[in-house]
C-alpha cells in the first residue's frame, strides 16, 4: 500500500516560483513510477512529470519541460515538483501518483493505483 500527501501548493503571479512537496510511503522499487499530474479547469486530468525507479531520465509533458523540475529524496521520502516561470495556464489541482504495473505506460493517468488528494495551484496575471 503507498500512502501519498502532496503540500505546498498556494496563489502565486505569474513568472513566480513554487515548490510542490509530495510525501510517500510505501513506495518502492516494484512500484515502478512515481510523478505529478495536474487537472486544469475544464480539462482532463494531464500528465506533468514522473520518474523511474528503474533508472532513466525524468519524463516532462511538452508544456512545462524547462520550467518545472522533479526530483526525489530517498532521506525525506518525498518527490518535489520545483515549477518555475509559472504562467496563468498551469492554474490546476497537482496531484502526486505513485505505482504502475510493469510495462505499462508511466504517463497516464489511469496506470496508476495511488494518488494523493491533491494541491491547488493558482497563477494569476
Known amino acids: 500500500q503507498v500512502h501519498l500527501v502532496e503540500s505546498g501548493g498556494t496563489s502565486v503571479q505569474a513568472g513566480g516560483s513554487l515548490r510542490l512537496s509530495c510525501k510517500y510511503s510505501?513506495?518502492?522499487?516494484?512500484?515502478?513510477?512515481i510523478g505529478w499530474f495536474r487537472q486544469r479547469p475544464g480539462k482532463e486530468r494531464e500528465m506533468v512529470a514522473v520518474?523511474?525507479?528503474?533508472?532513466?531520465?525524468?519524463d516532462y509533458a511538452a508544456p512545462v519541460k524547462g520550467r518545472f523540475a522533479i526530483s526525489q529524496d530517498y532521506a525525506k521520502t518525498t518527490v518535489d515538483l520545483q515549477m518555475n516561470n509559472l504562467r496563468p495556464e498551469d492554474t490546476a489541482m497537482y496531484y502526486c501518483?505513485?505505482?504502475?504495473?510493469?510495462?505499462?505506460?508511466?504517463?497516464?493517468?489511469?496506470?496508476?493505483?495511488?494518488w494523493g488528494q491533491g494541491t491547488q495551484v493558482t497563477v494569476s496575471l
Open positions: 501518483a505513485a505505482e504502475v504495473r510493469y510495462g505499462t505506460s508511466c504517463r497516464v493517468d489511469y496506470e496508476y493505483h495511488y
Open positions: 510505501g513506495y518502492t522499487y516494484e512500484s515502478n513510477c
Open positions: 520518474l523511474y525507479t528503474r533508472g532513466g531520465s525524468p
